[in-house]
């Protein structure tokens, strides 16, 4: 359960960013800190809202996952990749190891690894190749 | 600017399969992890290389990126680590509070639109922990040092989220690198 709910928070920290910052035109800067920001008041608050691991874990990969909605309209407009990026930040987020656990700059690391890995699979998606495969595919359809 | 374009494209590259190797292979299933780097790796080549690069010039101005940078991680590493209010809330503030200023000047130049961002790079840095350092003598050469590669990065990966979490990275890993070599 533990794992899912933080799969589903990379997923909406990228995705409710990127509405703040292009839907309604906060900017990039403003929808991210200001998102994490009120996520994590939330915890500080309530402290016993969730399970520790929750009260920990929660604001660092929302606040993590809300770099990737940062992304420009240029760069990536499918929610669809977002969400794909949010839930690849997640995975590398718990499978971690402690090395650099505490250095500034790591969620922002991971955040730019996940746009990456979307943005090659969209690029892949779009090459000539995979293209001509889905060509085939369909006139053999017809 | 080229050259500067390079050595931030090189640096990208090593914080990104560093940071990865490091964190995947500390498990005992080294076949799993091998092969999801293989196919990571194959992706974020892609992505690279299809990666828009544009050409700005750099002026005398983006040496001030470095100033902001340096006072966004200030107000951060104090707010985290001194009043004790945790990473992720530091930086919301130091972030949020950063993205008004370009609402006090009335002129709304490039250079005062990219005070936020500067700024909000220094709070990733801010975000460091007591386990990496609890020092001013860490964490501000570590900031100048992100200054500069803000600038060095400033004509590519534009608009890539988490550009500026790695920038920050970036002069950790240094700052730390530096210190363990000089103390070892």
Partial sequence: ?142 | MKIARRIAFFLFIVLHFSFLMVNFYHDSNLFLWTGLLLIISVLIGVAYFKAPREDEEHFFEDLYNIVFVVIGCIITFFLNQKIQLGPVLAAGLTGTGASFIPNFFSRKTNFIKEIPAAIYCGAFLGMTGPAVSESWIFIIPAAVISGVFYIFSKNIFQGYGGKLGSVAFGGVVITSSVLFFFSA
Avoid: W
Avoid at chain 1, 7 to 21: E, H, K, S
Avoid at chain 1, 46 to 63: A, G, K
Avoid at chain 1, 111 to 138: D, M, N, T
């Fill in chain 1, 1 to 142: 359960m533990n794992t899912f709910t933080i799969l589903l928070t990379g997923a909406a920290g990228a995705t409710l960013t990127y509405l703040a910052n292009h839907r309604f035109r906060m900017g990039a800067v403003r929808a991210s800190a200001l998102l994490s920001l009120v996520v994590a008041l939330i915890f500080y608050v309530f402290p016993n809202l969730l399970s520790s691991y929750l009260t920990t874990h929660i604001p660092l990969v929302f606040m993590g996952s809300s770099f990737i909605g940062m992304v420009s309209r240029k760069v990536m407009e499918n929610i669809v990749l977002l969400v794909i990026s949010g839930i690849i930040f997640s995975l590398i987020y718990l499978n971690s190891g402690q090395f650099f656990a505490g250095f500034g700059g790591a969620l922002g690391t991971t955040a730019c690894i996940s746009v990456l890995v979307s943005a090659g699979l969209a690029a892949i998606q779009k090459s000539r190749p995979i293209k001509k495969v889905k060509q085939f595919r369909k006139r053999r359809k017809d």
